[in-house]
């Protein structure tokens, strides 16, 4: 996940933090090319407005924002578990085909 990023040109002002997905067993030249496509946006992460300043209210914007960010990772990598216990026919370049399993990591 990276910073904070404004959309001031899509949303007005609103702020979103932006994750990203990347195929990681890439070497760093091609995977930071601009045009290899290893690197992709997969979901934008809203920013919850923030209450006053008090402990309270800074324990409760706590909750929202750990609440929030464990929302969107279900979303994301729940349909996933499936797919990296059984794993995934894939076929190669040899005209075989595979039982891959996909590791996420972070």
């Not at 996940?1 to 899509?10: A, F, H, P, R, V």
């Not at 946006?41 to 209210?57: E, M, Q």
């Not at 499936?82 to 399993?101: K, Y």
Request: charged letters at 15%.
């Amino acid at each position: 996940m990276s910073g904070q990023s404004n959309l001031t040109n899509i949303l007005c002002d609103k702020k979103a933090w932006l994750v990203y997905i990347m195929i990681g067993n890439l070497p760093s030249a091609p995977l930071n090319s601009s045009g290899s496509m290893a690197v992709l946006l997969l979901a934008l992460r809203h920013i919850p407005l923030k209450f006053t300043k008090s402990s309270k209210a800074d324990q409760r914007q706590r909750k929202i924002n750990a609440g929030t960010l464990q929302d969107l990772f279900e979303l994301i990598f729940v349909p996933l578990q499936d797919v990296a216990h059984a794993g995934i026919p894939v076929d190669c370049t040899n005209r075989t085909v595979r039982q891959c399993f996909q590791i996420l990591s972070a």
